[in-house]
Each structure stands twice: as structure tokens, then as C-alpha cells.
């Protein structure tokens, strides 16, 4: 009795002066509008970087599960209870407190504060969209109020988020308010109009509705102005999650005995580069060939957090300290690409014209890293319309040039996108037009996420679907 009470007055010490009301501490009343967007960016991030997107990278070829509850993942045995994590980011973080930022934002006239939670919003119910297809949006965050939310449909899921980034274009414009919780962009209103029109070519690029995909790429990220989530070398607080789960959480369970570094690796059969292309640059940034990553990557590639043959000093794409990508320059030129070859009448000019500015970039190796080491051999020439003649460097099949030109496009969306969501996306909305190798033994391969089992066991309007069930926009004929 003598040490409980002790011990009693010694808590009772440490909580002097602070609030013991349980809603207080929550009350939007006594939190900074700064504090719920820094909370908004961070939940971006854990949902961009969570687990979901290495079960789609596993999918598309980017990885393999090599261990654990992984080696089902790797043949498409999946539960819902694997989807919970970042369903509760999207609703019970992000989109809640959007909410709550949007009545104070609006009441304190910040509406570069609200634009910039707009972005964020349209940037995670856009994927979300894409990784379930119907999902609740109109109805969610609501509770109380609405118990059980229903289910919009995926095409009123874009439009929603399309017109939530029309409306962040128009707040960013009012220039009123200050966005000093952004640690994305530093609330720089130009950039996040940019990355804004970038968002909007995303997603009119998964609609199918490629002249608007032009329009707002042609208005997107620019040079330099990529949204990045900022990563340092500090476990539990910001260290690349990807680095967390391959260095110290799960060693060993997620490798890459999978197609994408063997499109990459000049010294296999699949290898892409030509006259124009050297490929070691990147395959050295996004993997590590067997013998290089501590004894795990004996079985095979690895993906690369660090350069042991450099004794570690540079990182790699899943290093701890660097940045994620969401959306970026890369992503909005070949976007531009696809779509001018996408519309009703292709324009491989254009659609050139923007493959070159990328390959114009990644010469100069500076995507790959900026140090000499992972630079190395890095070479990307322009292509000219020849390339993918019958017999051209870039057609060696026989194809037709225009069909040549996008399966190039598409290759490099593919090896662009490594360790991305958008790289899953692809493979499901064009069918897999590039014909990724399926799991040993499988004939079709996942088509979505399953919803998490607290949604199935809460929510009566949950759909009855399974992996191998297509997404709506997805099901029509790329």
C-alpha cells in the first residue's frame, strides 16, 4: 500500500497543471488550424507509404513476399483484416479532420490552409477510389450523424475530388490566411496549384477523359516542385517507412526476385536499354543486385535502401531519410505522354515531345541520386519518330509506330513508378497491356484491395466483392 501510494503522487505530480478533460484535449476550439494540416500531411503520407502499396507492388512486379505472412501475399492470398490500417488513415485521420479544418479554416478566413487540406483530401479519396472502386465519401466522417455511410460510386468519387481541387485552385487564388503547418510545399500557393492541376491530370487519366488530362497537365508540376513526403533517419518519428519495414521490421520478408529489375539490369535477358538507354543509373537507385544487402539479398534483388558497396554512404530509393514521391514532374510528363497518345486522334509528336523532356531529365542523373556513385553510366537521348519505325531502335517486334511508341510510354510509367501505387494502377486499368508475368500457376491477378473487415462488420452498404472483382472505370476496354 506504502509504494501504491507513492507511486500515486508521483503521477499525480507529473500531470500538475495539465487538463485532465478527455474531449479538451480534442476540442478543434483549442487546437491550431496549423496543427490539423500537419496532421493531414502526415496521414497522406502513412496511407502513400503504408503497406497496401507494397501488396501492389508485389502484385505488378515490383517485389517479391519471401517470408511470412508475405509468401501469401506473393500468390494473391490476402484477408480483410490487411486493408485496416490504411482505410482508418483515410477516414479516421485524414478525412475527419479535414472536416474539423475546413469549419475553423473557413470561420478564420485561412483558405490557403483549407486549399492546401483540399489537395491532400483529393489526393487520398482519389486513390482510394482507385485501389477500391466504390467507397464512402459523401456520407463519410458524418457519425453520429450517419451511422452507416453509403457507398458512392467510383465515377462520383473522382468527380468529387476533381471539384475539390477546383475549389483549392479558387481558395489558393484569395490569397487570405496562412498555411504554416504545410511542411509539404512551405504553403507556396504557385506549387500547390501545380501540384493541384497535376492531381486533376492523374485522375482524368484513370477516367479515360484524355483531352482534360492534357489540359491540366499541361498546367501541372514543374521542374524541381515535386510533392515529396520529407523522410530524416529517426525510427518511430520520420524515417522512410519502406526502409522502417525492409531494415528493421520485417528483414528479408519483402524481396525482388520479380520482373522490374530485370528490365533494368544490363546483364539479363529482359534488359530495356538500347543505343539511346542505359539503365544502370536507376537500377542501381531502386535495387541491389544479389551479394549487395546483408544476407537476405543472397536469395536474389533486393530493394535498395543503402549502397553497401559504397559502405552504405549513399541511399538509395528506400533509403531512411529519402523523400517518397506522391505526385511529381515525372509523373505529370508521362501522364502528357500517354494521353496525347490516348485521345481520339494520337499526336506522337507531342506525346515525343514530353518523353523527351523526361529522358532530357534523367540525364543529367539527378533523379538517381546527385552524387557521382549511383550516376553512373546514366545516359537517356532523345528519341525521334524513327526510333519506332518497323526495325527502329525502339520496334523490333513489328508493331505499328503508334502502337510502339505507347508501349514505351508505358514501359517507362512502369520502371518510373517503382514502389509506387500508380505502377499497380496502370497494370489494372490497361488491362496489362505490358503483360507482367503472373504469380506461378495464376491466370488473373488482384483487381483491388478487399475493404477491411471493420468497414464489412459496421457497415451494412458494404459490397460483397473479392480481389479478382474489377473496378468500375476499369473493367471498359483500355
Known amino acids: 500500500m506504502l509504494f501504491l501510494t507513492v507511486g500515486l503522487d508521483a503521477c499525480k505530480n507529473l500531470t500538475n497543471g495539465y487538463s485532465t478533460d478527455t474531449i479538451k484535449i480534442t476540442d478543434p476550439s483549442v487546437i491550431n488550424t496549423s496543427n490539423y494540416l500537419s496532421g493531414i500531411e502526415m ?28 509468401i501469401g501475399i ?7 483484416g490487411l486493408m485496416e490500417d490504411t482505410w482508418r488513415h483515410i477516414y479516421n485521420n485524414l ?3 479535414h472536416v474539423i479544418l475546413e469549419a475553423k479554416a473557413i470561420s478564420e478566413s485561412n483558405y490557403s490552409a483549407l486549399a492546401i487540406s483540399q489537395v491532400n483530401v483529393a489526393l487520398a479519396m482519389g486513390l482510394t477510389a482507385d485501389l477500391w472502386g466504390d467507397v464512402p465519401f459523401e456520407e463519410a466522417a458524418k457519425y453520429p450523424a450517419i451511422v452507416n455511410p453509403k457507398f458512392d460510386a467510383q465515377s462520383s468519387v473522382y468527380e468529387q475530388a476533381q471539384k475539390l481541387l477546383s475549389s ?4 489558393f487564388e484569395k490569397n487570405l490566411g496562412n498555411a504554416s503547418g504545410d511542411f509539404f510545399l512551405g504553403g507556396e500557393k504557385d506549387k500547390w496549384i501545380r501540384v493541384a492541376n497535376s492531381a486533376k491530370a492523374r485522375y482524368y487519366l484513370h477516367t479515360k477523359e484524355y483531352e482534360n488530362a492534357i489540359k491540366h497537365g499541361l498546367l501541372g508540376i514543374i521542374l524541381g516542385e515535386n510533392l515529396m513526403a520529407p523522410h530524416g ?18 528483414p ?13 539490369d544490363v546483364g539479363h535477358p529482359n534488359y530495356r536499354g538500347n543505343a539511346k538507354t542505359d539503365e544502370s543509373a536507376r537500377f542501381r537507385w ?15 534483388y533486393q530493394p535498395n535502401y543503402a549502397c553497401r558497396d559504397a559502405n552504405r554512404k549513399y541511399n538509395g530509393f528506400f533509403g531512411s531519410d529519402t523523400s517518397f514521391p506522391l505526385i511529381t514532374y515525372e509523373e505529370t510528363k508521362l501522364i502528357l505522354a500517354e494521353a496525347y497518345m490516348k485521345q481520339k486522334s494520337p499526336d506522337p509528336a507531342n506525346a515525343l515531345l514530353h518523353l523527351n523532356a523526361l529522358r532530357q531529365y534523367y540525364n543529367t542523373g539527378a533523379p538517381f541520386k546527385s552524387n557521382a556513385f549511383l550516376r553512373k553510366n546514366c545516359k537517356y537521348l532523345d528519341y525521334v519518330i524513327e526510333d519506332f519505325s518497323d526495325g527502329g531502335i525502339e520496334n523490333k517486334r513489328g508493331e505499328n509506330p503508334n502502337a510502339a511508341l505507347l508501349r514505351e510510354i508505358l514501359e517507362e510509367r512502369y520502371v518510373s513508378f517503382i514502389g509506387q501505387f500508380e505502377g499497380w494502377t496502370d497494370m489494372r486499368r490497361t488491362k496489362n497491356y505490358l503483360n507482367l508475368p503472373l504469380a506461378p500457376g495464376k491466370t488473373e491477378y488482384p483487381k483491388r484491395m478487399l475493404y477491411p473487415s471493420s468497414e464489412v462488420n459496421t457497415n451494412v452498404n458494404t459490397p460483397n466483392l473479392g480481389l479478382f472483382d474489377e473496378v468500375p472505370l476499369f473493367r471498359t476496354p483500355y
Open 168 to 171: 483549392a485552385i479558387a481558395n
Open 74 to 80: 506473393n500468390s494473391y492470398i490476402v484477408n480483410a
Open 233 to 250: 533517419n529517426s525510427r518511430y518519428n520520420n524515417m522512410n517507412l519502406y526502409y522502417a519495414f525492409l531494415r528493421y521490421d520485417r
Open 286 to 300: 531502386y535495387y541491389h543486385a544479389p551479394g549487395g544487402l546483408d544476407p537476405y539479398s543472397k536469395k536474389g
Open 252 to 264: 528479408g520478408t519483402l524481396l525482388a526476385n520479380s520482373y522490374a529489375p530485370t528490365l533494368l
Open 95 to 97: 478525412l475527419a479532420n
Open 43 to 70: 496521414s497522406l503520407i502513412a496511407i502513400y507509404e503504408g503497406e497496401l502499396v507494397q501488396y501492389g507492388g508485389i502484385w505488378c512486379d515490383y517485389f517479391t513476399g519471401e517470408d511470412r505472412q508475405y
